[in-house]
């Protein structure tokens, strides 16, 4: 099994950054290929908890080798940040590199963030802010700048400059706001590209010769299936591809790679932001969840909404993505409940639905079939092995394998790499 995608199966937060950093420790590469510092992966590593945003979740075992792929959209002052945050704390990291051909966010983009999502009124995407949406919206209107392009200060610095005054004439004529200071963006950016070379890399190269080689790779995914811009609940989605096929393209290698695809799934769900969401529960029971589950995003600190398990979601996931393995998580947090919901499949207008609806109107109007499991009531957070799991757990985890169509290979019982019980190895 040389290399493995996680992906995460629902709206993000599934908790891909425990799951990576638990299995980096066998990797000797860790890749990213989509999303940028929107993405929050929580790591609780020697009883310290780390956000990461931009670097990969394997930076903390001293060993790994970390790579931000072509598909990323690269924030220097996030990846300035985010290192110096980590050597503050004393963490201990691998090496890290990012590609020459990886798309810059500019602080112009997070400014228009701001200003699509204030135009969209009451129909805003919920957007972390970090400027995602436009920076990829540069690269696929070919006006991006790249990393590449800091490489040369005197020409990086007048390709800037030309696209600062561009961006300002949209802020001033479209949003009728303020100009963009264009001096002060420069320099800083400028500082940027000084210090970003020992870090660049065609980082393509070193993937593949990692495989070729029969190097074990991670490819860690940010956000989830159901935010992919093509395969998600378009358009309160993010805007890359978080899915297996996108991890490759953005890795800048082919799909061959991939053999082993892990989907990272809740053992309920969670959305942050806006957009449809069928197990919703806006009740005592989506509080309780919350409450016990600490669901607030790791990237802007917003209360995330809560919600039963959703097979139909998790089916989904597990196509488009080719999962092979579940890693399923939080599943202490169901710990006291007497009865627990799992969605089967949704009936929309009193018709069994086969497969998720692309129309937002189809997804509103569905509602959720529910199968009644009883719920174990207990702390499971110290058990280690599958045995050792009361049988109500074992019960519920095998109704997610029969609704998701998936083996469950992981179960995660807490934030802390221990609390990991291997049903069967994955890498
Ligand atoms: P990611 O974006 O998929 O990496 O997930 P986040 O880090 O945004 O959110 C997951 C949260 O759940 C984090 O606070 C993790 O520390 C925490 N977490 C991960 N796995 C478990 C688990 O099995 N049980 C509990 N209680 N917390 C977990
Ligand atoms: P991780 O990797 C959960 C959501 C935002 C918003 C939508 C678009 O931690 O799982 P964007 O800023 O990407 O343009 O926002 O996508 N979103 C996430 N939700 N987890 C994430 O990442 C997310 N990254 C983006 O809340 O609804
Ligand atoms: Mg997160």
């Not at 020697?46 to 990969?56: E, R, S, T, V």
């Amino acid at each position: 099994m040389p290399s493995l995608a996680i992906v995460g199966s629902q709206w993000g937060d599934e908790g891909k950054g425990k799951i990576i950093d638990y299995l980096a420790g066998k990797a000797d590469m860790i890749v990213r290929g989509q999303g940028g510092s929107n993405a929050g992966h929580t790591v609780v590593s020697g009883g310290k908890k780390y956000a990461l945003h931009l670097i990969p979740s394997g930076i903390l075992n001293r060993d790994s080798v970390n790579i931000i792929g072509n598909g990323v959209a690269f924030d220097p002052q996030g990846f300035f940040a985010e290192l110096e945050a980590l050597a503050r704390d004393g963490a201990p990291m691998g090496a890290i590199f990012v590609s020459d051909r990886a798309h810059i966010v500019f602080p112009y983009h997070k400014t228009l963030d701001a200003l699509y999502e204030k135009e969209r009124g009451g129909e805003d995407i919920g957007t972390t802010l970090k400027g995602i949406g436009p920076c990829y919206m540069d690269k696929i209107e070919r006006s991006g700048l790249r990393v590449c392009d800091m490489l040369d200060i005197d020409d990086f610095r007048g390709k800037l400059e030309a696209q600062i005054d561009r961006k300002n004439r949209v802020i001033e004529r479209l949003f009728g706001e303020e100009p963009l200071d264009k001096r002060d963006i420069t320099e800083t950016c400028v500082e940027y590209a000084r210090r970003i070379r020992p870090y660049v890399r065609d980082t393509a190269v070193m993937v593949y010769e990692a495989a070729k080689a029969g190097k074990k790779i991670l490819f860690e995914g940010a956000q989830g299936a159901l935010l992919d811009i093509d395969l998600g609940t378009y358009p309160y989605v993010t805007s890359s591809h978080p899915t297996s096929g996108g991890f490759t393209t953005g890795a800048g290698v082919g799909p061959g790679l991939v053999s082993e695809v892990l989907g990272v799934t809740k053992a309920y769900t969670t959305r942050v932001g806006k957009g449809p969401f069928v197990t919703e529960l806006e009740n005592e029971i989506g509080d309780k969840i919350r409450e016990i589950g600490q669901e607030y995003g790791a990237t802007t600190g917003r209360p995330r909404r809560c919600g039963w398990f959703d097979g139909v979601v998790a089916r989904y996931s597990a196509r488009v993505n080719n999962v092979t393995g579940i890693a399923l998580t939080l599943l202490d947090v169901l710990g006291s409940f007497d009865t627990i919901e799992i969605c089967l499949r949704y009936e929309l207008n009193g018709e069994k639905l086969e497969h998720f609806p692309a129309r937002l109107g189809d997804l509103a109007a569905c509602r959720p079939v529910y199968k009644t499991l009883k719920g174990w009531n207990a702390d499971i957070s110290r058990v280690r092995t599958w045995e050792d799991l009361p049988e109500e757990t074992k019960e519920y985890i095998l109704a997610v394998e029969d609704a998701a169509g998936v083996p469950v290979k992981i179960v995660s019982v807490g934030p802390g790499r221990e609390q990991t019980i291997v049903r069967e190895e994955v890498f």
